[in-house]
């Protein structure tokens, strides 16, 4: 029986542990007195060279759900994430040394002028906060995240769509040398890349939907999508992409790659919905990792009031 494994540790162990490790990091690099002059959502850069970076101060968003948190190390250490395996537990091991700095993502297609930022500089021009949400894999397990981010809406608005900006496409890294879930093998390769998704414009304005680009206080390990990645706490999981690189302002409605994967199964919404059981299995009820027992899943994932008018009209059947 497995006693000590991570999904059993509690939120508390797990917090006095992380601020043990993190005073401890501090100390030894010399970076106390630039933690304490960073100011709210800025960057505290460490001179330690592979300190990870903080978010100082964070100022907690109100659209946080209010449930208890999944532990960091649940969190990091199952992970849907192809670019380095299919299995869920081996990311972590593979996407520990994944260099996430320098790190670029172009913004392009309907917009005024295409831009290139600098991951960084975008996070200044764009300070993060907290927002607790929750993320459900298709698979029926689910977690509750601190993500630290910002509304993708913002950026998107900074940038003046044209009329014509109906849709959000999204790329992921496609890089084989740094991913190696990427390179060729013998038996195929799991999916096409470079990994993509894409939103309807008025999905990726809404204010639930961000950028994050840190957990925990800390920025996004390479197994949670680092350094910035999509989440949209009402959709399933696949939608929320990692790692990415490119954002394209469109007319039409993109594909994105589970859809082309197994168009009978993925859908483009994907809005989570327990009636709509998947083709090889049901919807209704979900593990919260950690837990024991199965509990029943919410329409929109619990984000209905905030979401359902998007979707008014629809056929739920098409919301797969
Ligand atoms: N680029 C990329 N993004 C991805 C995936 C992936 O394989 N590649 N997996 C998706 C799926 S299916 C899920 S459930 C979530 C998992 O995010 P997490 O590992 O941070 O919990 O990432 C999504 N984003
Ligand atoms: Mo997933």
Not at 36 to 57: C, H, R, T, V
Not at 122 to 131: A, H, Q, S, T, V
Not at 141 to 166: E, Q
Request: a neutral charge.
């Amino acid at each position: 029986m497995l006693i000590n494994k991570p999904a059993d540790l509690r939120p508390s162990e797990i917090t006095d542990r992380r601020y043990f490790e993190r005073r401890r990091e501090l100390l030894k690099g010399g970076a106390a007195a630039a933690v304490g002059l960073a100011a709210p959502g800025l960057l505290a850069l460490s001179p330690a060279a592979a300190a990870k970076i903080k978010f100082e101060q964070l100022k907690r968003s109100e659209l946080s759900a209010d449930e208890e948190l999944t532990p960091y190390e649940s969190v990091t250490s199952y992970n849907n994430f192809y670019e380095f395996s299919t299995d869920k537990k081996e990311p972590a091991e593979l996407a520990r040394n994944f260099k996430s700095r320098p790190w670029t993502i172009t913004v392009e297609g309907e917009i005024g002028q295409p831009k290139t930022f600098d991951v960084d500089e975008l996070i200044k021009l764009f300070p993060p906060e907290e927002r607790i949400y929750r993320l459900r894999c298709v698979e029926a397990w689910s977690m509750v995240i601190p993500w630290v981010g910002f509304p993708l809406g913002n950026l998107i608005r900074s940038l003046a769509p044209t009329s014509r900006a109906k849709f959000v496409e999204f790329e992921t890294l496609h890089d084989p040398e740094r991913m190696p879930g990427q390179r060729p093998s013998l038996f195929g390769g799991s999916l096409e890349w470079p990994y993509r998704e894409g939103l309807r414009i008025d999905e990726a304005m809404h204010p639930l939907t961000i950028l994050a680009v840190g957990l925990y206080g800390e920025e996004l390990p390479g197994q949670n999508g680092a350094p910035i990645r999509l989440v949209v706490p009402w959709k399933y999981g696949f939608k929320s992409i990692k790692s990415i690189v490119r954002i394209r302002l469109v007319e039409q409605q993109p594909v994105n790659t589970w859809q082309a994967q197994a168009p009978g199964e993925y859908g483009f919404f994907a809005n989570v919905n327990p009636d709509v059981a998947h083709p090889r299995w049901s919807q209704a009820r979900e593990r919260r990792v950690g837990d024991f027992f199965k509990r029943p899943t919410l329409p929109f994932n619990g984000y209905a009031d905030q979401v359902a008018d998007l979707y008014r009209g629809m056929d739920p059947r098409k919301l797969y």
